[in-house]
C-alpha cells in the first residue's frame, strides 16, 4: 500500500542562511489533518577520499550543534544552483587540500527524513595528489588520514557517528571490495 499525505497549507515560520522551516497541514489517507514541522534545505556533498595505500583523508572540527568535534569525511553545502560532482570536487580541494583523478558517485542519503528535506550525495574520490586546502573563513579544522579498516572499527564501537560519514564510509568500502575482485 502506497501512503501519502497532500499538503492544505504551508507556512513558512523562519528563514536562515543555511536552512529554512515551515510549518505544513496535511491531509492523512484516513481524511483526518496532522501539521508536519519541516526544515528545507540545499543539501550537501560528501566525499571519501581514499589514498593509493588504503587511507580515508578526514577532518575533525567542531561541531556546535552538539558541542563537541567530529570526525567526518570532507563535505559541503550546495550553493543555489550548483552541481553535486562540482561541490564534491571543490570540498575535497578546499578541506584537505587534495584533488582526484577519479570521483566516482556512490548515490545519496536523505539523513533525517522524518523532518528535513536534506539530500546528501557521496562520493568515492581515488587516485589523488596533495595541492591547497583553502578553508572558508569560518572554518577551522584538522586533516587526519586513517587506514579504512580504522575507519571502520571507529564507526562499529560508536567513536564516529556522523551519518553522512557512517553512509560513505560503508558505501566506498563495498564499492572498493566489488571492483578489486
Known amino acids: 500500500m502506497i501512503f501519502h499525505e497532500k499538503t492544505i497549507k504551508s507556512e513558512q515560520i ?15 489517507p484516513d481524511g483526518r489533518t496532522a501539521t508536519r514541522e519541516i526544515v528545507d534545505h540545499s543539501g550537501g556533498v560528501c566525499v571519501v577520499p581514499v589514498t593509493d595505500g588504503g587511507e580515508v583523508i578526514m577532518v575533525r572540527q567542531f561541531r556546535k550543534a552538539v558541542e563537541r568535534e567530529v570526525l567526518e569525511i570532507p563535505a559541503g553545502k550546495l550553493n543555489s544552483g550548483e552541481d553535486h560532482y562540482d561541490c564534491g570536487v571543490r570540498e575535497l580541494e578546499e578541506e584537505t587540500g587534495y584533488k582526484s583523478d577519479n ?18 550525495h557521496i562520493y568515492l574520490a581515488t587516485n589523488l595528489h596533495k595541492g591547497e586546502a583553502n578553508l572558508d573563513t569560518d572554518e577551522y579544522l584538522d586533516v587526519e588520514k586513517l587506514p579504512l579498516d580504522a575507519v571502520v572499527d571507529m564507526i562499529m564501537k560508536n567513536e564516529i557517528n556522523d551519518s553522512k560519514t557512517v553512509a560513505g564510509i560503508f558505501k566506498a568500502r563495498e564499492y572498493l571490495w566489488k571492483n578489486e575482485r
Not at 14 to 28: E, H, N, P, S, Y
Not at 103 to 120: D, K, Q, R, S
Open 14 to 28: 523562519f528563514k536562515g542562511q543555511i536552512l529554512t522551516m515551515r510549518v505544513d497541514t496535511v491531509a492523512m
Open 103 to 120: 570521483i566516482v558517485y556512490l548515490g545519496h542519503v536523505f539523513p533525517t527524513p522524518g523532518f528535513a528535506n536534506e539530500t546528501i
